[in-house]
């Protein structure tokens, strides 16, 4: 198993070519016996945005996808320039935000759509994922583009086949949550995003409001000191609450807001198998048919041009079982282990949400009981 990290500061740009220094470790499987040189030996390697797009086309086209949820790749923010970075497609869109803070969104994305296909018990076995986390030449490249009528072509499908009854209730029920819950998790990514903005409103409405105080105390307190370091005070306050607001923003932005947004889109991976499994079981469903309409009724009756009908049908009947059959214990497996991520992922992110709440919170009052206590001793 490969444990990932993308940090942010080994990101280097050349051009309009933005390119992410990758390191991997090899993690010793606890039944091996004699470690080799490969294990615990960090791997660098550099990589673009379009090598993760190359992975994930050969995932997604080179496997048996039909019941595996594949880990959804980030969406390509575009040029490192502030000015393209203040608007983001969709639920994406965030107030601007430094360049450091920008990057390390990147980063985390990428680095999370990274182990989350090194820790699958499937995908971690395409020959693939080693090449790209091992190998120093970059990998061949080539545009990765979804055109607009796919989109609307998928939609029409979809909308078809989205009422189709199973054949399992609990299947049915699991159609039915997944698919409030990609509108859930994307009311909630868009409310977090409303959140950061307004957030930061507030920090900038601190920067006015200290310079206001501080140059009409100025102002007020002439040559008076005590005044002025009083006002001053009160003044490097307000910034600090400021800063905290910005600290708390970007590191809320960098950690939760993240994960809301990866598991938006990976819901609608989620959704995107079960889909592939209702269209398995919709050719079952209709070879089945066609096998009974073939059957012969009376065999002193029937020509050989009936049995050769018959035989194929049968043929596609098992071949259509087996396929659904396989893709809906897969289907199983994998919502078991979607839901055990999920749970666990926001679950780690919450505590380090509300520790990192309290603690900011904490060396805000500390700084502004300080101010007061000045400010109560003045005579």
Partial sequence: MWIISIPDNGVSQKGDKIFYCIKSTKKLDTY?????????????????????????????????????????????????????????????QRISI?????????????EIFLNKIAGHPYLA????????????????????????????????????HQKYKDREP???????????????????NQSFSQVIQS??????????????????????????????KLIQSFGECLNFCRKSI???????????????????DYYEEAKEMLYR??????????????YEKAKPRYQESVSREFYVAYWKADVKRKGTKNAYEQTTE???????????ARVRDLRDTLLKFAEFQLAAARNCCTVISDVLITLKDYR
């Fill in 246 to 264: 910005d600290a708390a923003c970007d590191v809320n932005e960098i950690n939760f807001g993240v994960i809301l947004d990866y598991y938006a």
């Fill in 277 to 290: 499994r209702t269209i398995r079981m919709i050719d079952y469903d209709s070879a089945l048919r066609a």
């Fill in 125 to 160: 076995q395409d020959n693939h994922v080693d090449c790209f986390l091992t190998e120093q030449e970059t990998p061949e490249r080539f545009s990765f583009k979804k055109g607009f009528f796919d989109n609307v072509l998928k939609s029409i499908v979809d909308f078809r």
């Fill in 32 to 92: 091996d016996s004699e470690p080799c040189d490969e294990h615990n030996h960090e791997i660098c390697v550099m990589r673009q945005y379009k090598d993760f797009q190359w992975l994930y086309h050969h995932l997604s086209t080179g496997n048996d996808i039909g019941g595996i949820i594949i880990p959804p790749i980030p969406d390509k923010l575009g040029s490192r320039t502030l000015e393209t970075r203040k608007i983001m497609a969709g639920l994406r």
């Fill in 330 to 340: 897969t289907a199983k497996n994998e919502l078991k282990r979607f839901n055990f």
């Fill in 98 to 110: 430094g360049e450091i803070e920008a990057t390390a969104i990147d980063c985390k994305k990428l």
């Fill in 199 to 228: 957030r930061r409103k507030v920090a900038v409405a601190l920067i006015i409001l200290a310079s206001n105080v501080v140059y009409i105390g100025a102002e007020i307190a002439g040559n008076m000191s005590t005044e002025r």
């Fill in 170 to 188: 609990a299947f049915q029920q699991d159609r039915y949550v997944i698919n409030n819950a990609c509108m859930y998790w994307k009311n909630v």
